[in-house]
């Protein structure tokens, strides 16, 4: 089952608009090479997993699970397992889309889990019976209904906050600067290289060095460790792993490394900051009990 809508002009400039949507159920071993458009593949999988290649890496999403897919990029699709696979899918676009994705983090992060799939199949139901009617209405009511799909998308992963945050969150960077950032915070905690990181956002190291630098007042690597030093007064605070522990867990092999950094930041060694301010906590008044009657 499957509808095509062309977009009107008006559409384009204002809406989300759906190009086609469909309910399809895919055999076992079938792939779908696609080509090249400036569209997006939406899929939410009803049952079954579904294997997406993206760039090359393979993306896995599974019953309840959705994958969302830029299509000017090279894209592939099938299903895994030994069962077939069923889905909804819907092929779109908008003029906020390329901002929407990159906010979404689906570039790096496309396949999206604990969302509610009442309402992921509610929205799709009515998506579909809308593009099949005749309402004069209907561009704006299905750009409603997209929007409505990406929230819940959004909602997945305003959930995982970071940890500890650097800097103002009023401050707005370029896209690449934002994709830096964002690689950083979800892989801290691994020894990698900034020039790993510059390969991972598509820029030399000297040019993205000097642009994120100019955005943010300092170096990546200066950036990424002063991230990793908040994530250290994290855990020095609420565990009693080593220091040494620590400082592998936020992604610094050596220990008299991490420690060196951690003096230059906080003024004061991790042993000494944990135990300051872990006892600064412990005096800290407490909530007085309250009796029942």
């Known amino acids: 089952m499957e509808y095509y809508r062309y977009p009107s002009d008006l559409a384009r400039q204002l809406w989300y608009y759906v190009f086609a949507i469909g309910q399809a159920r895919t055999p076992h071993g079938e792939e779908v ?10 899929h939410f999988v009803l ?13 896995v999403a599974r019953t309840g699970e959705a994958c969302l897919m830029d299509l000017s990029v090279e894209t592939l699709h099938g299903t895994g397992g030994r069962r077939k696979a069923d889905s909804y899918w819907l092929l779109f676009n908008g003029k906020d889309m390329p901002r929407y994705f990159s906010e979404l983090r689906a570039d ?24 099949r009617s005749e309402d004069p209405s209907y ?14 998308l959004y909602s997945t992963r305003a959930r995982g906050t970071p940890q500890a945050t650097l800097g103002s969150s009023a401050r707005i960077f370029s896209e690449p600067v934002r994709k830096g950032i964002d690689w950083m915070i979800r892989l801290y905690d691994q020894p990698h290289s900034i020039k790993q ?8 190291r000297s040019h993205y060095s000097r642009l994120f630098h100019k955005e943010t007042g300092q170096p990546p690597i200066q950036w990424l460790n002063r991230y990793r030093i908040e994530q250290s007064k994290r855990l020095l605070l609420n565990s009693d792993k080593p220091a040494a522990e620590i400082a592998r867990a936020v992604g610094i092999a050596d220990q008299n490394y991490f420690s060196r950094l951690f003096h230059q930041q906080v003024k004061v060694s991790p042993r000494t900051y944990r135990a300051t301010q872990g006892a600064a906590s412990d005096t800290l008044p407490r909530p007085s009990s309250v009796s029942r009657a």
Do not use: W
């Not at 049952?47 to 993306?59: A, L, P």
């Not at 790096?108 to 579909?128: C, D, N, Q």
């Open 33 to 42: 090479d696609h080509p090249r458009l400036d569209r997006y593949l939406l």
């Open 47 to 59: 049952r079954g997993e579904m294997h997406h290649r993206i760039r090359n890496q393979i993306h």
């Open 108 to 131: 790096r992060l496309p396949v999206f889990s604990g969302m509610a799939p009442g309402i992921i199949k509610r929205l799709f139901e009515r998506l579909l019976s809308l593009t």
């Open 139 to 152: 561009e704006a009511r299905s750009s409603v209904l997209v929007a409505s799909l990406l929230a819940e």
């Open 197 to 204: 990181m510059c390969n991972a956002v598509g820029y030399s």
